[in-house]
């Protein structure tokens, strides 16, 4: 079955400094992952995808992701993380279906 | 731009009640999903359907759980006689074609009393 597994529940980070939500994943062919987006009592938003191509995939609010085949991770990154950012984050891979098998979350924390 | 609308944004039902939720896709979308999200747990798969049949569902969606799309535009996940432990957050999600990033509406949230 294919999988996602978030290590870290809660991530903080200062303002201003470079951000990493780790995902890894388990799969069965090739994988194709995406990160989302939470913010309180709202929908989940798409940020960016992996399906074929460069490894490193740029996405929405300035979030990019690295998908690294030899560690299955597939990393969220910023370079320089906002207020605004603070959020739960999913990262997400296609099953056999179309259907996502979603991870468990990771609250990203960011403070002044 | 366009988006998934779900309603209403919040449900109160007592046990044992039947409950529909109601979603409006994407307009050009082709493929159409429930997730479910009990409060403080991750996003769950319940159902996705295409060309007018349920094309993939998970253990989760069992013989109380069904779904519609009673016409163009609408597409609905009724519960026929809800549980305790029904009470989530429920999104339904479209998609113009199956690999590309479905797209959320802001959910209902479900109560069951």
């Known amino acids: 079955a294919q999988s996602v597994a978030q290590p870290e529940d809660q991530v903080n980070v200062a303002e201003g400094n470079p951000l990493t939500v780790k995902c890894t994943y388990s799969v069965s062919g090739n994988p194709y992952l995406f990160w989302y987006v939470q913010y309180p009592n709202r929908g989940l938003q798409f940020l960016l995808k992996y399906i074929t191509g460069d490894n490193l995939v740029k996405g929405s609010y300035g979030f990019e992701a690295e998908f690294n085949k030899s560690q299955t991770s597939f990393h969220l990154k910023k370079p320089s993380a906002l207020v605004s950012d603070s959020a739960l984050y999913f990262c997400a891979v296609r099953g056999a279906g179309y259907a996502l098998n979603f991870g468990k979350g990771t609250s990203l924390l960011v403070t002044p | 731009e366009p988006e998934v609308t779900q309603t209403p944004s919040h449900q109160v039902t007592q046990m044992g009640q039947e409950v529909i939720l109601r979603c409006v896709p994407i307009s050009n979308h082709l493929y159409f999903y429930w997730y479910r999200q009990i409060l403080g747990q991750k996003v769950e798969f319940l159902v996705s359907?295409?060309?007018?049949?349920?094309?993939?569902k998970s253990e989760i969606f069992d013989d109380q759980f069904s779904v519609e799309r009673p016409d163009g535009s609408n597409f609905t996940l009724k519960i026929r006689s809800t549980k305790l432990e029904d009470s989530a957050m429920y999104f339904c999600?479209?998609?113009?074609?199956?690999?590309?990033?479905?797209?959320f509406g802001q959910g209902t949230r479900l109560t069951v009393v």
């Open positions: 999600a479209s998609t113009p074609a199956g690999p590309e990033e479905a797209f």
């Open positions: 359907f295409y060309n007018n049949e349920i094309s993939e």
